[in-house]
């Protein structure tokens, strides 16, 4: 494990829990629930990589339009318009709405399709990577895609063509996913066995207060800490705090 090559995630105590980050080339799934930061968890990590590194970021919508997740960061101090004329950073819109309006400017709209809907979505997320030489990717949020195929046999079959997709790459990649449920005793979710690793955000009731918790779950390859730990969110992002305790 010690010569195992490693992503710096850039996040103020995360990378103390992964033994010196995240495993290069693995896909880690970040699920949370609303509010507990994951778009800015996932954001920080791209800009951490093309500031600190030199390693260019695409960043793939399934749910909101690039329009709003770049109003959404304005309040951070990331200038991701400078990044995106540098070519260091790319935003591949597959929003409903993004790709609904491009389909009807192309006359070309196939709702209901899924198994075209996929195909689309693996080769524009190809071109993204091949724009930019993306070396970290976030895509944001997976039930967007998921939620197409209720069968848990075809949605496993999704999970499994978009991460083969991400792994030929050679890009270490971040997807999100909603909670469902939250707590001590929660659901696990079918993502949460596909994926290299698995980081968990929620807001737990400790004490008085509401706490932000995360936790890492799993990830292969190096050795971890799996408690939970608090975290807070400020102007420069997300900062977790790894030798505070919780309970």
Known sequence: MANIERVKSGIPGLDEML??????????????????GKTIFCTQFLINGIKQ????????SL?????????ELASFNWDIAQLERD??????????????????KR???????????????????????????????????MNSLTYQFP?????????????EVFVSTGATTLMTAELRTSGLE??????????????????????????????IEKMRETPIDTQMRPYRINEKGIEVYPKESVF
């Open 151 to 163: 069968d848990s046999l075809q949605r496993r079959a999704v999970i499994l063509s978009l991460m």
């Open 19 to 36: 033994n010196g980050g995240i495993p290069k080339g693995r896909v880690i799934l970040v699920v949370g629930g609303p509010g507990t």
């Open 107 to 141: 006359s070309k709209i196939a709702l209901g399709k899924r198994e075209f809907a996929l195909e689309k979505a693996i080769d524009d997320i190809k071109k993204g990577v091949k724009s930019v030489g993306a070396k970290r990717i976030v895509i944001d949020t």
């Open 186 to 215: 929660r659901e696990v979710q079918l993502e949460e066995y596909l994926a290299h690793g698995v980081i968990i955000m929620q807001t737990l009731q400790v004490g008085k207060a509401a706490t932000r918790i995360l936790q």
């Open 53 to 60: 590194y030199g390693e260019p970021g695409l960043f793939i």
């Open 87 to 104: 070519k260091m950073w790319t935003l591949v819109d597959l929003s409903p709405f993004g790709h609904m309006a491009k389909e009807m």
């Open 63 to 71: 749910d909101e339009t690039g329009y709003h997740i770049k109003r």
